[in-house]
């Protein structure tokens, strides 16, 4: 039983709660966040996974929405280049489809509308006998391009967790928010940690539960979304905005390696959040439009995975989802004796601007609260030297030359600097340490007992035979995870891995850690 009262108590690990717990945290306040689920289990990592202004938002005349997302893609990059790189869209035009001058029309504000740095700006392409081109149906000759980012949307959510942490908050997962009330002008909060109840007091109550949210205030629609992956259906590194007949957009978009991401749908949603699942209907719109306008054939038995978000939409009496604003409301009430702000609708690319906006809104609770500060500063891993991250990828192959190119660049896109963390142990080895073919796991019998994780917070070295079990001890250790889905779908994107060996290896780690 905690007793002690803290400055903010925030529910929900997704992008908006880890955004605002570590906002707060650097200014000063004393911050609790609790997870029902692991960090990003909800909408947070079955995004489109991009930080975009969101060109369709022009149409709605979301102009402040679309100004505010432009603006923080440059300054994401700069916090979190391993996780957020530049992406080129290219639209095939279609005479049936939106005129050309509106298109143009529309990437010219686009262009315009946000602060823009190292993006390019868009501009008309041939599509005839050229790359861009080469995946399209033929019928398709002339085209545009522009240029957004994309994200690893989980591991966003734990760097923001792993940075308040930090700094001193507290950030419990698998830990449920069952009760809250007010006594004593400040806010009592039950949670549910694995069958055990504990009480926490705080001053302020934010509730950033995204989907779960309930309001008595609004009026809310729950939009589900649904992406499916396949194995790569086209080369290169560009993204496709296909204008569907039905008005929607749906994006194809290169993703990890060695496939492509293709969504989303949209449907209204009724029921738990945590159960939305694509369903035939959803999988088969979302393959035949991507046979409409592709050379490449895809049938219902190429898709090796999927999933399915839910987002909450204050509605505005739109049947379509597609027209439901996507502005976030921030609504602060007092009414029950102590403060709590709810956070309504947002987008990955909006989380920082948010939480800056919830800060704004609880200052006047907190007169000692120091100013504004995530602009400028880069999230765990983000301090690529000069910015520069091929340089980096170079540094390291140089460093660590046991690594193959693939691993290299995925240990640099996953943890930035902070491969380094993983990696250490094996600085001038020249040659892998067993790596690949999963001799570290030979050795599992060694591994450390874990048991409850204390070995590792009280600094002790996790004695992992390879790295591997280096990369699974320094997760465990660092990011928060405690199952082996933790780490192969949202830590990385390794459950797309055709090797079932190296992932029942790895479920048999968590499992006989007893994680
Ligand atoms: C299909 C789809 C595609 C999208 N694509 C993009 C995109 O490309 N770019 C972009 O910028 N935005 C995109 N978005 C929007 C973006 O994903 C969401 O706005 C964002 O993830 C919402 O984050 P959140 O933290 O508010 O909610 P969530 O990520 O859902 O987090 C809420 C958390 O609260 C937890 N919780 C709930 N109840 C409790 C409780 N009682 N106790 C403790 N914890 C609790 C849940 O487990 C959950 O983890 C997309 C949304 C959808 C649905």
């Known amino acids: 039983m905690k007793n002690h009262t803290v400055d903010i108590l925030v529910i929900g690990g997704g992008i908006n709660g880890t955004g605002i717990a570590l906002d707060a945290v650097g200014r000063g306040l004393s911050v609790i966040l609790c997870e029902q689920n692991d960090l990003a289990s909800g909408t947070s990592s079955k995004s489109t996974k991009l930080i975009h202004g969101g060109l369709r938002y022009l149409e709605h005349g979301a102009f402040k929405l679309v100004h505010e997302s432009l603006n923080e893609r440059e300054v994401l990059m700069k916090k979190a280049p391993h996780l957020i790189s530049p992406l080129t869209f290219i639209i095939p035009y279609q005479p049936q489809s939106r005129p050309p001058w509106m298109i143009r029309l529309g990437l010219w504000i686009y262009d315009h509308l946000g602060h823009r740095v190292t993006l390019p700006g868009s501009e008309s392409v041939s599509l005839e006998g050229t790359d861009f081109g080469a995946p399209l149906k033929t019928s398709f000759k002339k085209g545009f391009s522009y240029s957004d980012c994309r994200v690893d949307d989980a591991r966003l959510v734990v760097e923001n967790a792993v940075a308040a942490k930090a700094l001193g908050a507290e950030i419990f997962t698998r830990c449920r928010v069952i009760r809250y009330g007010v006594k004593d002008k400040r806010w009592e909060v039950e949670t549910e940690y694995k069958g055990n109840r504990q009480i926490f007091y705080a001053r302020v109550l934010i509730n950033a539960t995204g989907p779960w949210i309930q309001s008595q205030a609004f009026s809310m629609k729950l939009v589900k979304g649904s992406h499916i992956i396949v194995p790569r259906v086209y080369e290169g590194e560009h993204a496709y905005l296909i204008q569907h007949s039905d008005k929607r957009v749906i994006f194809a978009i290169p993703y990890e390696k060695h496939f492509t991401l293709i969504g989303t749908t949209e449907e209204m949603y009724e029921g738990d959040p945590s159960k939305a699942h694509i369903d035939e209907t959803e999988k088969n719109y979302l393959v035949n439009a991507f046979n409409e306008y592709f050379q490449h054939t895809l049938t219902l038995k190429d898709i090796v995975a999927d999933y399915s978000g839910v987002r909450p939409l204050i509605g505005d009496g739109s049947e379509n989802p597609s027209n439901i604003s996507r502005e976030y409301i921030l609504s602060l009430d007092q009414s029950q004796g102590a403060p709590i702000l709810s956070v309504f609708?947002?987008?990955?690319?909006?989380?920082?601007?948010?939480?800056?906006?919830?800060?704004?809104?609880?200052?006047?609770?907190?007169?000692?609260?120091?100013?504004?500060?995530?602009?400028?500063?880069?999230?765990?891993?983000?301090?690529?030297?000069?910015?520069?991250?091929?340089?980096?990828?170079?540094?390291?192959?140089?460093?660590?030359?046991?690594?193959?190119?693939?691993?290299?660049?995925?240990?640099?896109?996953?943890?930035?600097?902070?491969?380094?963390?993983i990696l250490a142990p094996f600085e001038g080895a020249d040659r892998a340490p067993a790596f690949g073919d999963l001799a570290p796991f030979e050795g599992a019998d060694r591994a450390p007992a874990f048991g409850d994780l204390a070995p590792f917070e009280k600094g002790a070295a996790p004695q992992a035979q390879g790295f591997y079990e280096q990369e699974l001890a320094y997760s465990v250790t660092h990011e928060f995870t405690q199952t082996a889905d933790d780490f192969l779908t949202r830590r990385t994107k390794l459950y797309l891995s055709k090797n079932a060996p190296t992932l029942q290896k790895i479920r048999d780690w968590f499992a006989k850690n007893r994680l």
């Open 345 to 421: 609708g947002g987008k990955i690319t909006t989380y920082r601007r948010l939480a800056e906006h919830a800060m704004e809104k609880i200052s006047h609770f907190f007169p000692q609260m120091k100013s504004a500060w995530t602009k400028e500063a880069t999230l765990p891993g983000g301090d690529i030297p000069h910015g520069s991250l091929s340089s980096y990828i170079h540094a390291m192959g140089i460093k660590y030359p046991f690594l193959s190119e693939s691993e290299l660049s995925r240990l640099v896109h996953c943890y930035g600097t902070r491969m380094e963390m």
